[in-house]
């Protein structure tokens, strides 16, 4: 008994001894500023960026004009942001993006670049305010039911160096949830290659393609992975660009302001070329959106969620909500992140007419869908699609067109208890 009992220490010593030798062993083989930078990248994802020369400021470089102060501001607790909910709100947390088609050729609008700045550092001009009005439009479930959809339709106010005339493009994008995206990062581009069809060759009315876009620090043409038209590859490419344009803040991958050639203001303001977001920082913060984990899943399954599950498919929702991804190998496995990250044409509907790198005025990336029930948990009022037009999930899934226009006539035609059904998987996730 007691021989037993002293092996059995023994052996539990032995193990114990071991499980400590591989922590080692683990913690030697990561570079020492691991944990450490994945939390620095943190305050800094949550820090206010200070005017530039704040003494003391976590980060500073701030402006000439800017959307709003830090990345949290947007991203608020690493959820999605929303459009106003009140009619005459300024649109604080969307972007709206604008462009010119100059003989073809897509540019930034010659008097406020690629991004409405609509706040400015003292000394320097905000550009300008955008707000938002819906149109209501009436139809139609089946079985009789009657649902509304709201169409944006986006106005300007106090534009300060140029009228907006007819050949303004503009995109406006609603921030999306930020969990998960090292594993999207890790999927390898042949197995995203591999779902893409452009000319449809096996006739399901599905053509997904990859958008096609320049790593900076690489120069070389690449698949994008992330915003709601998959125009940036990396991570760091992400951070970086909207450092640059939503808050003013330059780095090595952006060393400019966006100073457009009718604000002699801003050019003035930016003489000083030193680099606002050092690569140390931008690491940082890279670090700590990739080690994010994915949204956990919420509540058990049950039933009708499991049914929801079967429609999901039936309907054909899956041939771009792609189930799983695969990883590399890494013990996390597939990443169930429900989308194919390639664009699809969405119809007329969801156009917003701006195309950006490969992407047409009407393709949008396939959202991913996890993390939907997480998100409707923690905002009673969340929105859905690009621009946040969608008030509930029904909405968003009614909005689909072009080449969803299938499975979304399924889902429209369907019995009220199946569509339900649907809802309560979406609200799983
Ligand atoms: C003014 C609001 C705003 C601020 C500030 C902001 N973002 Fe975003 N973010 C957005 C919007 C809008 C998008 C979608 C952009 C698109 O479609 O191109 C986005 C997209 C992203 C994405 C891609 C998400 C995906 O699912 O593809 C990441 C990552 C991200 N932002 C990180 C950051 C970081 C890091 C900062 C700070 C350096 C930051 N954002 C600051 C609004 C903001
Ligand atoms: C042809 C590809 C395609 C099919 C089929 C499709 N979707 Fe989508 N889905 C998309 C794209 C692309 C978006 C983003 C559109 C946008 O934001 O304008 C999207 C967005 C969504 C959103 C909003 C996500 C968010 O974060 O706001 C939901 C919910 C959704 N889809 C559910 C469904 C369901 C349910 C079905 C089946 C009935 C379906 N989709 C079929 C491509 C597709």
Redo the contacts with the bound molecule.
């Keep these: 008994m007691a021989a037993s009992s002293r092996r059995g220490f023994r052996a539990a010593a032995l193990v114990g001894f071991f499980s400590l030798l591989s922590i080692l062993v683990l913690a030697q083989a990561r570079p020492s500023a691991w944990a450490g930078e994945i939390d620095e990248g943190e305050a800094l994802f949550r820090a206010r960026v200070a005017p530039p020369g704040t003494s003391g400021a976590l980060l500073s470089g701030l402006g000439p004009t800017y959307n709003v102060e830090g990345c949290a501001g947007c991203h608020l607790n690493n959820g999605r942001g929303r459009p106003p909910l009140r009619l005459g709100e300024p649109l604080t947390q969307m972007v709206v993006r604008l462009s010119i088609d100059f003989a073809g050729e897509i540019v930034p609008h010659p008097a406020y670049g690629v991004q409405l700045n609509d706040q400015a550092v003292p000394g320097a001009t905000p550009e300008g305010r955008a707000f938002v009005e819906y149109s209501v439009i009436k139809r139609r479930y089946g079985d009789g039911t009657g649902f509304e959809l709201l169409k944006p339709h986006y106005g300007f106010l106090d534009m300060a160096f140029a009228r907006l005339d007819e050949r303004v493009l503009i995109s406006v994008r609603m921030p999306p949830a930020v969990r998960g995206l090292g594993a999207l990062e890790a999927v390898p581009e042949d197995a995203i290659q591999a779902l893409a069809d452009p000319t449809d060759e096996n006739r399901d009315g ?1 053509s997904g393609r990859p958008n096609r876009v320049v790593d900076i620090v690489t120069g070389r043409e690449t698949l994008g992975r992330f915003g ?1 038209k998959a125009g940036q590859p990396t991570l760091r490419q992400q951070t970086a660009e909207a450092a640059r344009i939503d808050m003013g803040v330059t780095s090595s991958l952006f060393p400019l302001e966006d100073c457009p050639p009718a604000q002699d203001q801003c050019a003035r303001m930016s003489i000083d070329r030193s680099l606002e977001l050092s690569d140390r920082a931008l690491q940082a913060i890279e670090s700590y959106l990739r080690h994010l984990p994915p949204p956990k899943r919420l509540g058990a399954r049950n039933a009708t969620s499991e049914r929801g599950e079967r429609l ?1 498919t039936e ?3 899956t ?3 792609v189930p799983a991804l695969p990883s590399p190998p890494a013990p996390t496995g597939a990443v169930a992140a429900y989308t194919d990250l390639l664009l ?1 044409d ?1 119809g007329e509907g ?1 156009a917003d007419h701006r195309p950006d790198h490969q992407a047409s005025g009407r393709e ?4 991913p ?1 996890w993390g ?1 029930g997480q998100e409707a948990a923690a905002d009673e009022q969340v929105r ?3 621009d946040g037009r969608a008030r509930d ?1 029904a909405e ?2 009614l909005w ?1 067109g072009g ?2 226009s299938i ?2 006539e ?2 429209r035609v369907a019995r009220a208890a199946d569509r339900a059904a ?1 809802i309560a998987f ?1 609200k799983s996730l």
């Design positions: 599905i709601w999901f309907f054909g929702c041939l771009c909500h699809h969405m969801l949008w990336r396939t959202a869908l939907l859905y699609l690009h999930l968003a899934i689909h080449e969803a499975a979304r399924r889902f649907l979406l």
